[in-house]
């Protein structure tokens, strides 16, 4: 797609829903700079570390495995590929609130994904109705004619980067211990990208206990960081 760059003036910003390079679009939603606040959210970690079952790199490279492969990462993937793919909004929404297993998980999913509609349809004046965000995200890919496995890919990346930074905070651990268990992810990050773009609904789901149990548990902590 090519665009042509309109005028402006002094003081004004313009911006288009075409772009001439799809994949900076997709690097912009997915940047930890855009406003969904994200970082507020650790989807149930803070509860493992401190019950002490996620104390090392190791040990947070395997709960985020689990969570992808098994748990949100996965149901997310396919839930925004169906969004994309022009599923019912309303239905979709419907089973991404009804699949969390948490008060703390429906607001996480509710309040990032209004965020994300109001940012995308702000900026680049499309429409994309407020739903759970992976939803919303769905949504914004079919509005911006972005390429859906690329978009699945970064989706996931970005969930693993995020809870990944969680971790960091968390345990703690070092920047670089970070980035090596985001590292570490890119391969199931792409192969799950890879199965969400042709997975139906009744491919959706998992078997994640721990992570949903650490959710439940959340809300009872002593001390908290983060708002899941």
Same mark, same amino acid.
């Given at each position: 797609?090519?665009?042509?760059?309109?005028?402006?003036?002094?003081?004004?910003?313009?911006?288009?829903?075409?772009?001439?390079?799809?994949?900076?679009?997709?690097?912009?939603?997915?940047?930890?700079?855009?406003?969904?606040?994200?970082?507020?959210?650790?989807?149930?970690?803070?509860?493992?570390?401190?019950?002490?079952?996620?104390?090392?790199?190791?040990?947070?490279?395997?709960?985020?495995?689990?969570?992808?492969?098994?748990?949100?990462?996965?149901?997310?993937?396919?839930?925004?590929?169906?969004?994309?793919?022009?599923?019912?909004?309303?239905?979709?929404?419907?089973?991404?609130?009804?699949?969390?297993?948490?008060?703390?998980?429906?607001?996480?999913?509710?309040?990032?994904?209004?965020? =994300?509609? *109001?940012?995308? %349809?702000?900026?680049? $004046?499309?429409? /994309?109705?407020?739903? +759970?965000?992976?939803?919303?995200? !769905? @949504?914004?890919?079919?509005?911006?004619?972005?390429?859906?496995?690329?978009?699945?890919?970064?989706? =996931?990346? *970005?969930?693993? %980067?995020?809870?990944? $930074?969680?971790? /960091?905070?968390?345990? +703690?651990?070092?920047?670089?211990? !970070? @980035?090596?268990?985001?590292?570490?992810?890119?391969?199931?990050?792409?192969?799950?990208?890879?199965?969400?773009?042709?997975?139906?609904?009744?491919?959706? $789901?998992?078997?994640?206990?721990?992570?949903?149990?650490?959710?439940?548990?959340?809300?009872?902590?002593?001390?908290?960081?983060?708002?899941?």
């Amino acid at each position: 797609m090519t665009t042509t760059m309109p005028r402006r003036t002094p003081g004004s910003i313009i911006t288009t829903a075409m772009t001439s390079d799809p994949q900076l679009v997709l690097h912009q939603l997915f940047s930890p700079a855009f406003p969904v606040g994200a970082f507020a959210w650790s989807h149930g970690l803070e509860t493992a570390v401190q019950e002490e079952r996620v104390t090392t790199a190791a040990q947070l490279q395997d709960w985020l495995t689990d969570a992808l492969e098994h748990g949100a990462g996965w149901s997310d993937a396919v839930l925004l590929s169906e969004a994309a793919r022009g599923g019912d909004v309303a239905a979709l929404a419907e089973l991404a609130l009804a699949m969390a297993p948490s008060a703390e998980r429906r607001r996480e999913a509710q309040e990032q994904g209004t965020a =994300l509609a *109001a940012t995308v %349809s702000a900026v680049w $004046g499309v429409t /994309v109705q407020p739903a +759970p965000y992976p939803v919303a995200v !769905g @949504q914004a890919v079919a509005a911006l004619e972005l390429p859906l496995v690329p978009a699945l890919r970064l989706f =996931l990346q *970005a969930f693993a %980067s995020n809870l990944a $930074g969680a971790g /960091v905070r968390l345990i +703690p651990l070092g920047q670089t211990d !970070g @980035q090596r268990v985001v590292s570490a992810l890119a391969p199931l990050c792409a192969a799950l990208a890879e199965r969400a773009e042709v997975a139906g609904l009744d491919e959706i $789901g998992g078997f994640a206990p721990a992570i949903d149990i650490a959710s439940q548990r959340h809300d009872m902590l002593y001390s908290r960081l983060f708002r899941s």
